[in-house]
């Protein structure tokens, strides 16, 4: 069964840095197999994708975070990372990662990240 446990959330004040982990196991494939995404959801919002990484290491990202944060994985650790800098309230959510192939769809449960003075 495949599980993905994210980390790394807390409380940080507006122009802060954090770095989320999202880390897999019970795979059935090599992890670089799997597209790795992370999306969040505000409180009263839809959910929607921050950053995506496939396993060959493009990335691309939501125009409200580009050049903000930054998306990498380690394959052999089976990690992917989520280094998110000059925070705003508006980054204020519950981040969650997935894993993705052209047949299966994985989720985490999430990790909170608020960003306040």
């Known amino acids: 069964q495949v599980k993905l446990v994210e980390s790394g959330g807390g409380l940080v004040q507006p122009g802060g840095s954090l770095r989320l982990s999202c880390a897999a196991s019970?795979?059935?494939?090599?992890?670089?197999?799997?597209?790795i995404s992370w999306y969040r959801q505000a409180p009263g919002k839809d959910r929607e994708v921050v950053a995506t990484?496939?396993?060959?290491?493009?990335?691309s990202f939501a125009d409200s975070v580009k050049d903000r944060f930054i998306i990498s994985r380690d394959n052999p650790k089976n990690t992917v990372y989520l280094q998110m800098n000059s925070l705003k309230p508006e980054d204020t959510a519950v981040y969650s990662c997935n894993a993705a192939t052209s047949w299966s769809n994985h989720w985490g449960r999430g990790t909170q990240v608020t960003v306040s003075s």
């Open positions: 019970g795979l059935t494939l090599s992890f670089a197999w799997y597209t």
């Open positions: 990484i496939t396993g060959g290491g493009s990335t």
